[in-house]
Each structure stands twice: as structure tokens, then as C-alpha cells.
T-cell receptor, first 114, second 109 residues
Framework: ETGVTQTPRHLVMGMTNKKSLKCEQHLGHNAMYWYKQSAKKPLELMFVYNFKEQTENNSVPSRFSPECPNSSHLFLHLHTLQPEDSALYLC?????????????FGPGTRLTVL | GQNIDQPTEMTATEGAIVQINCTYQTSGFNGLFWYQQHAGEAPTFLSYNVLDGLEEKGRFSSFLSRSKGYSYLLLKELQMKDSASYLCASMDSNYQLIWGAGTKLIIKP
């Protein structure tokens, strides 16, 4: 595997379900991100982890719970979601080196909440 | 507040040139990014500008004016595969990317 991978690619869940999204980066980066992408809206940054420590939480509802067990893996645990949470969830990674900090994205998980 | 503005949609003809504009207002500035996103796929990096001027990379060029808070992406010799959304993002003082909503570019034969 190369780059940033995400599983599952598609997920349909009810409002009472609990599910988890997984992201893995194979680039040796030290920062990982969760974004939410809704149609015709800017990418919304949800969480940032630098060296496994959460450094950003942009007022995300507690029904979204991130976990970063190591610098290569990032999870997003979901529970009691709402239909408006249906969106594309993108994971990204970057190397916080003071250069361009270019972010590399995974293919995303298309989430539908019924 | 922080804000990125770019047109919602543009249409151009195969073989032609198109310029996608972006204006930004962010708390601090550490560079301007352009990403390409095909429908159903991940955004992929196109360019990064931190100094004023034009950066050319093959058929794609990106321009930055920091004093005007303005950037553009120039696509030459358009191909059908260039049909995609183009995302402008400014990196703020905390090194976080502030994203525009994207410009959907439609290429017609």
C-alpha cells in the first residue's frame, strides 16, 4: 500500500449505530487530519493530530470521537449520528517540517446516515 | 474572520486556456495551495505559492499577490481530463489550511 488509505470507502448507518472509520498513511508523516466534505461547501477541518497528540478540535460534536494510536493510524469513531452528518470524510497526512506542509489525502469514506 | 472566495463553476473549451481566481483573508499567511479533485476522488496537490509571482508547472501555472490577497490558477491547452473541481486553500498562522468551496471546471469539446 502506498500513500493514504481509508476504509471503508462507503458506509451506510442508522442513527443508533456505532461505526469507525480507519485511515492509514504510509508516507512517514507526523501529522494527520480528519476533514468533512459536504456538497458545494469548503472542506471542514475536524481534527488534527501532530505526533499522536490532538492539537485541533474545531468544535466538532461529541458524537465524533477521534483516536490516534500511532503516527500512521487514525480512527474516527461514530455514534448516534444525525442525517446531516452524511458527507465525504477525508483523511490527510503531512510532514510538519516548516516547508510547504503539503497535505496528502486518502480517497475518503462516503457516509450516509439514515 | 477567515474567508476564501472562488467561483462556483466555470466552463471552457478543449484546447483553450482558463484562469480560476481565488481571493483569501486569513489570520496570518503561510502560503496558498491549489488542489484538483475529480468527482468521487481525493484532492490531489497541484501547486504551492508563498512568494509573489508566477509558478509554472507544465500546463498549469499559479500566481500569487500577497498584498492583494489574490491568487489564480491558469490551465493551458485544456484537456477533457481537466474537468474537475479546483480547490484553493490558504495556510494561516497556525499552519492550518482554510479552504474555499471549490470551482467546478467543465470542459466542452
Amino acid at each position: 500500500e502506498t500513500g493514504v488509505t481509508q476504509t471503508p470507502r462507503h458506509l451506510v448507518m442508522g442513527m443508533t449505530n456505532k461505526k469507525s472509520l480507519k485511515c492509514e498513511q504510509h508516507l512517514g508523516h507526523n501529522a494527520m487530519y480528519w476533514y468533512k466534505q459536504s456538497a458545494k461547501k469548503p472542506l471542514e477541518l475536524m481534527f488534527v493530530y501532530n505526533f499522536k497528540e490532538q492539537t485541533e478540535n474545531n468544535s466538532v460534536p461529541s458524537r465524533f470521537s477521534p483516536e490516534c494510536p500511532n503516527s500512521s493510524h487514525l480512527f474516527l469513531h461514530l455514534h448516534t449520528l444525525q442525517p446531516e452528518d452524511s458527507a465525504l470524510y477525508l483523511c490527510a497526512s503531512s510532514q510538519e517540517s516548516g516547508d510547504s506542509n503539503e497535505q496528502f489525502f486518502g480517497p475518503g469514506t462516503r457516509l450516509t446516515v439514515l | 474572520g477567515q474567508n476564501i472566495d472562488q467561483p462556483t463553476e466555470m466552463t471552457a473549451t478543449e484546447g483553450a486556456i482558463v484562469q480560476i481566481n481565488c481571493t483569501y483573508q486569513t489570520s496570518g499567511f503561510n502560503g496558498l495551495f491549489w488542489y484538483q479533485q475529480h468527482a468521487g476522488e481525493a484532492p490531489t496537490f497541484l501547486s504551492y505559492n508563498v512568494l509573489d509571482g508566477l509558478e509554472e508547472k507544465g500546463r498549469f501555472s499559479s500566481f500569487l499577490s500577497r498584498s492583494k490577497g489574490y491568487s489564480y490558477l491558469l490551465l493551458k491547452e485544456l484537456q477533457m481530463k481537466d474537468s474537475a473541481s479546483y480547490l484553493c486553500a490558504s495556510m494561516d498562522s497556525n499552519y492550518q489550511l482554510i479552504w474555499g468551496a471549490g470551482t467546478k471546471l467543465i470542459i466542452k469539446p
